[in-house]
């Protein structure tokens, strides 16, 4: 099922977005869920192309750092995380990473003078339950959740596929 779709546009002279892992954020937990993430303008290091943390996923747990000013805090978090050397990734618009939902990521500032978009997209498996948290949830669709519900309205998180 389709969780979210999002832009993100590093403003010129943008901060970095600190290490983060996503599914912490959303409204499920799964190990399987994963994030798209879709280069429509070059994403180079020098404008923040995304780095990740080869093998993080498999020592994640749903503890999260906050994507703020303190850019390891999820090494404070995961210090086995920091043992492994990230990899930077430079995409050519159109090109687009598949990443699992707990694998450690970031992205540099950007230190242009242009934008630097991308489109974001995460899937979920079919069967997630409700965890507590709303997220990008309508209020209303939240409010009539109970955690452990399945996350199965069709008009919010339609299917894109079966196995």
């Known amino acids: 099922r389709i969780y979210l779709d ?17 599914n912490p954020f959303w409204a499920f937990h799964s ?10 303008e070059d994403a180079t290091p020098l404008n923040g ?22 850019l390891a805090g999820l090494f404070k978090i995961y210090p086995e995380m920091a043992e ?9 618009a159109g090109d687009c990473s598949f990443h699992n939902g707990l694998t450690a990521h970031g992205a ?24 507590g948290c709303q997220d990008i949830l309508p209020t ?8 452990g519900d399945r ?3 069709d008009t919010i998180n339609p299917i894109v596929g079966r196995a």
């Open 6 to 22: 999002q832009a993100l546009i590093k403003e010129p002279y943008g901060n970095p977005t600190a290490w983060h892992l996503d």
């Open 31 to 40: 190990r399987d869920a994963i994030s798209i993430w879709i280069a429509l």
């Open 49 to 70: 192309c995304l780095s990740f943390v080869p093998g993080s996923h498999r020592l994640a747990r749903y503890d999260n750092a906050n994507i703020g000013k303190d």
């Open 84 to 92: 492994t050397d990230p990899v930077a990734v430079p995409m050519r």
């Open 108 to 131: 540099g500032a950007n230190m242009t003078r242009r934008r630097r978009i991308a489109m974001t997209a995460a899937f979920m498996p079919d069967g997630c339950t409700f965890n």
């Open 140 to 147: 209303a669709y939240f409010e009539s959740l109970n955690v």
């Open 151 to 153: 996350l199965c309205e």
